[in-house]
């Protein structure tokens, strides 16, 4: 038996996108400038605190991808997530998160509406057709779907309904070293045979996220909203060819893809936020603080001590991040003057994002399968047919 073949070390392992959302009809005021595919300007006069403001008026960008507000949900999709569902179904983690303030598109693009569904919709329509391509040669495929929330340093099962219910204090993680994963103890796994049951488990997940009324926005979301989708793959070659009628290579590849909608990534102060809602405050950016720490230690040229213990964000995506994993982070902001500050501190966060070094490895197991084996391996599928 043997374990984790392939790697890849390119450097290539997180892409960097921008989205710029069009002009809301309350705003005039443009300040980013998409100049091509990839570098936007951001013109930086305009700022209203003299903090930030800066002698460079004009300041560029490059990033993998940018998008401006014309752009479509299709061509985010096919640009960003998309490439990863192949590579997912071959056994390599992925994680796809939206990063941005409050406002600036986030869930737009992660959930966007009924007529015009986001990464989530389009990610696990491709996915189910590419497994459906798949099955009709060699490959069965079980797929489990779990969909959580960190909120106030805390997990929560959005996939719940009042009957499931598991008390929060048991939902906890716990770090699987040798497998290279994190899992939540409690958390409830789905089986979805199709989109329409994944959408409708993420309507279910939807409704039990938490919102709550900031002077930031009207209705902002202050939870982090993480999609895990866990793809097994089995796949049996015979080899007859060459004689060797009583052995068979089977292998199983295990693989997780995460769908990440971060909570907004304005600080604290700028949404005049008191007593509860400033706890909440401190613990969103306690982990968004901890994620750019991970991603500034990630970007080291030896990275040794990536501080992922800082925040729960941090322990769940300790493998989507920087280890086995291919990241596509998509940066959403907005053009408006009256975001300028927000805008300038989440491009340059974005811009550290895009020196992270990442190993990326296969989660096969090859396994030689002698013929005598079978009948167990029947049973077991038998079981597990019986219990569907
Ligand atoms: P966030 O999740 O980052 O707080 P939203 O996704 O809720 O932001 O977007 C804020 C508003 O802007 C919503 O009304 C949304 O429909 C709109 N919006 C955001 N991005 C786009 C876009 N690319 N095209 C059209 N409308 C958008
Ligand atoms: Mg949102």
């Known amino acids: 038996m043997a374990a984790k073949n392939r790697s890849s070390s ?16 309350t705003e005039s005021d443009s300040v980013v400038h998409v100049v091509d595919g990839n570098i936007l300007s951001f013109d930086n006069r305009r700022s209203s605190s003299s903090v930030s403001r800066s002698k460079v008026s004009d300041i560029r960008f490059a990033f993998d991808r940018v998008f401006g507000p014309a752009a479509s949900q299709e061509s985010v999709f096919d640009a960003t997530a998309k490439p990863l569902v192949d590579l997912v179904v071959d056994g390599f983690n992925a994680t796809v998160f939206a990063y941005g303030a409050t406002g600036c598109g986030k869930t737009h693009t992660i959930t966007g509406t009924p007529t015009d569904p986001g990464i989530i919709h389009r990610t696990m329509t491709h996915l189910f057709t590419r497994i459906n391509q798949l099955s009709e040669t060699q490959s069965t495929f079980k797929t489990t779907v779990s969909y959580l929330e960190v ?3 805390t997990i929560r099962d959005l996939l719940v309904t009042s009957s499931n ?7 906890d993680l716990r770090e699987d070293d040798e497998h290279r994963r994190v899992t939540v103890s409690n958390l409830s796994e789905h089986s979805p045979k199709s989109v329409e049951d994944v959408i409708a488990l993420m309507e279910l997940g939807n409704s039990n996220r938490i919102k709550a009324f900031t002077e930031a926005n009207a209705v902002s979301s202050r939870s982090h909203a993480v999609l895990q989708v866990c793809i097994e793959r089995r796949d049996i070659n015979s080899d007859m060819s060459r004689g060797n009628e009583s052995n068979v290579a089977s292998s199983l590849k295990i693989a997780t893809l995460s769908i990440i909608d971060l909570a907004g990534s304005e600080r604290a102060s700028a949404t005049q936020n008191k007593g509860e809602r400033l706890l909440e405050g401190a613990n969103i950016n306690r982990s968004l603080l901890a994620l750019g720490n991970c991603i500034n230690a990630l970007c080291s040229d030896k990275p ?12 769940l995506l300790k493998y989507s991040l920087g280890g086995n994993c291919k990241v596509v982070m998509i940066t959403n902001i907005s ?3 009256t975001h300028n500050e927000e805008t300038h501190n989440t491009l340059k966060y974005a811009n550290r994002a895009k020196n992270i070094q990442t190993k990326v490895e296969q989660n096969t197991i090859n396994l030689q399968l002698h013929i005598s084996q079978y009948p167990k391996i029947i049973q077991g599928l038998q079981l597990e047919i019986s219990q569907l």
Do not use: F
């Open 165 to 171: 219910r598991a008390p929060q204090s048991q939902l």
């Open 335 to 337: 053009p408006s003057s």
């Open 10 to 25: 390119s450097n290539n392992n997180i892409t960097v996108a921008v989205r710029v959302r069009p002009l809301l009809r």
């Open 304 to 315: 040794n001590h990536i501080p992922y213990r800082d925040s729960k964000l941090t322990r």
């Open 151 to 153: 909120y106030n340093e």
